[in-house]
């Protein structure tokens, strides 16, 4: 009699999930983004920008409450869209942060 291989269950994670983290701490990493990127921009705005940045920007404006945007194309288009964010988080100082899991 043929055996059957059964697919290995995975155990369920006993990992307590993380709490959001504060704005002050998310803002901070924003100007932290912010800074590095305007280097960026200063050297050739017209650049496309490092996927990771991008990635980074979307994670914290995700985090932020913040609508969601096209990838930008350029350096100084990110610059923009960080700016963009920033507004928006200050003119909601109320709205709570996001717990967000860590990319993989």
Do not use: F
């Not at 100082?93 to 899991?101: E, V």
């Amino acid at each position: 009699m043929p055996t059957t291989v059964r697919p290995a269950r995975r155990r369920p994670s006993r990992a307590k999930p993380k709490p959001p983290r504060s704005r002050e701490t998310v803002l901070s990493e924003l100007r932290g983004l912010g800074g590095l990127v305007l280097e960026q921009a200063l050297q050739d705005a017209d650049a496309r920008p490092q996927a990771s940045l991008v990635a980074w920007t979307g994670h914290l404006a995700a985090e932020l409450g913040c609508p969601a945007a096209a990838a930008p194309a350029s350096y100084g288009a990110l610059m923009r869209r960080i700016v963009e964010i920033n507004r928006e988080a200050e003119a909601n100082p109320g709205r709570p942060t996001q717990a967000m899991p860590l990319a993989a």
